[in-house]
């Protein structure tokens, strides 16, 4: 398919104009192709996914973290940080990245993790509109939801806070420990969220608020699967495949 038809409709599904002023998504690598036949959709671009897509034949790599979040002054393939755009450039490949506006996007990464998790009713929280929150279809003990986050998302989760019921649940996917004021403010008792410093769950605690920290890939790659069908589903006919890549961290 033509790249701009794709890249419009991947517009569409996150908008610009809902990314936080820091982030930097969009198309981070050009690339000479018009068309598109083949796309490898990550979470992450490290060389490993550069050099996955090249040995698949893709011409553009889709990913929710962007590239060079801060300005560069050359790009090096043995440097951490543009190691992964020069082997891009290197073999012809785009990449396009939706950040915070796929966070935040409806059918987004804080969307899917409510329809997983069993979270009814969900709806942004102010003044961000990045998370989310919306109540479980019966209250449970806290323990109780915390396996269900594990079972789900297929992890291991570390949680704060007393066991008690629990029934308000706010979601933010990746390194959400800060927003527990918002959860606090829209009256949730728990805050989902991918990752939380250790002052973060003592101040959450004292603000009436369990966290579950989940791990910051595992809340996030849910939306790879959910937003390759959107593409689909608007007539995108290019070849898509999930990569292969692993979260960074694991438990010996």
Same mark, same amino acid.
């Given at each position: 398919?033509?790249?701009?038809?794709?890249?419009?409709?991947?517009?569409?599904?996150?908008?610009?104009?809902?990314?936080?002023?820091?982030?930097?998504?969009?198309?981070?690598?050009?690339?000479?192709?018009?068309?598109?036949?083949?796309?490898?959709?990550?979470?992450?671009?490290?060389?490993?996914?550069?050099?996955?897509?090249?040995?698949?034949?893709?011409?553009?790599?889709?990913?929710?973290?962007?590239?060079?979040?801060?300005?560069?002054?050359?790009?090096?393939?043995?440097?951490?940080?543009?190691?992964?755009?020069?082997?891009?450039?290197?073999?012809?490949?785009?990449?396009?990245?939706?950040?915070?506006?796929?966070?935040?996007?409806?059918?987004?990464?804080?969307?899917?993790?409510?329809?997983?998790?069993?979270? =009814?009713?969900?709806?942004?929280?102010?003044?961000?509109?990045?998370?989310?929150?919306?109540?479980?279809?019966?209250?449970?003990?806290?323990?109780?939801?915390?396996?269900?986050?594990?079972?789900?998302?297929?992890?291991?989760?570390?949680?704060?806070?007393?066991?008690?019921?629990?029934?308000?649940?706010?979601?933010?996917?990746?390194?959400?420990?800060?927003?527990?004021?918002?959860?606090?403010?829209?009256?949730?008792?728990?805050?989902?969220?991918?990752?939380?410093?250790?002052?973060?769950?003592?101040?959450?605690?004292?603000?009436?608020?369990?966290?579950?920290?989940?791990?910051?890939?595992?809340?996030?790659?849910?939306?790879? =699967?959910?937003?390759?069908?959107?593409?689909?589903?608007?007539?995108?006919?290019?070849?898509?495949?999930?990569?292969?890549?692993?979260?960074?961290?694991?438990?010996?």
């Amino acid at each position: 398919m033509k790249l701009d038809d794709l890249l419009k409709a991947l517009e569409a599904i996150a908008p610009r104009e809902l990314a936080l002023d820091y982030d930097n998504p969009g198309l981070n690598v050009g690339t000479e192709r018009t068309r598109i036949d083949r796309v490898l959709v990550a979470l992450d671009c490290t060389p490993e996914v550069a050099d996955e897509a090249a040995r698949l034949g893709c011409g553009l790599v889709i990913t929710h973290h962007p590239l060079m979040f801060r300005a560069v002054k050359s790009i090096s393939p043995t440097d951490p940080a543009t190691a992964p755009v020069y082997r891009l450039i290197k073999h012809g490949i785009g990449m396009f990245s939706a950040h915070t506006n796929l966070d935040s996007a409806e059918g987004g990464v804080n969307t899917t993790l409510c329809r997983l998790l069993g979270i =009814e009713n969900e709806r942004p929280v102010p003044p961000e509109n990045i998370c989310r929150v919306g109540e479980l279809e019966r209250s449970m003990p806290f323990s109780e939801f915390a396996g269900r986050v594990e079972e789900v998302l297929h992890t291991s989760v570390r949680v704060s806070g007393p066991e008690r019921q629990v029934g308000r649940i706010m979601v933010c996917g990746g390194s959400g420990g800060s927003e527990y004021p918002l959860a606090a403010a829209c009256g949730a008792e728990v805050l989902v969220t991918g990752e939380c410093r250790h002052n973060e769950a003592i101040e959450a605690a004292n603000a009436g608020v369990n966290v579950i920290a989940a791990g910051h890939y595992e809340t996030e790659r849910v939306v790879l =699967e959910p937003l390759v069908g959107m593409l689909k589903a608007m007539g995108c006919d290019a070849e898509f495949i999930i990569s292969s890549q692993k979260t960074p961290l694991r438990t010996l």
